[in-house]
Nanobody
Framework: QVQLVESGGGLVQAGGSLRLSCAASGRTFSNFAMGWFRQAPGKEREFVAA????????YYTNSVKGRFTISRDNAKNTAYLQMNSLKPEDTAVYYC???????????????????WGQGTQVTVSS
């Protein structure tokens, strides 16, 4: 149905930047809300950021506001997460998610996704 593939993770020092990409295939990408989640060892999966299908609405968890930016290019069937001023506590596996829905509030953005990527590791050293 929908396949999501993340890329762009790696090892960086605190204060550095990474841009994650999520390439989608299958169903029409432009109709999906897109989200980014992360999971550190021993912790629950955490919502990070989301964007509506049109790109007109975005939402971020408080810990990344002002540092991370989510965007999408529907012509390329790709969503992005630009991560700046990275901190060691950002270390996690980052997952891309897609849902066929229209969101304008946190409850919608933070859950209810139908498809998930395999994840990409982000490690931030001190």
């Amino acid at each position: 149905q929908v396949q999501l593939v993340e890329s762009g993770g790696g090892l960086v020092q605190a204060g550095g930047s990474l841009r994650l990409s999520c390439a989608a295939s299958g169903r029409t990408f432009s109709n999906f809300a897109m989200g980014w989640f992360r999971q550190a060892p021993g912790k629950e999966r955490e919502f990070v950021a989301a964007i509506s299908w049109s790109g007109g609405s975005t939402y971020y968890t408080n810990s990344v506001k002002g540092r991370f930016t989510i965007s999408r290019d529907n012509a390329k069937n790709t969503a992005y997460l630009q991560m700046n001023s990275l901190k060691p506590e950002d270390t996690a596996v980052y997952y891309c998610a897609a849902g066929l829905k229209s969101c304008s509030n946190f409850g919608c953005f933070a859950g209810g996704y139908d498809y998930w990527g395999q994840g990409t590791q982000v490690t931030v050293s001190s």
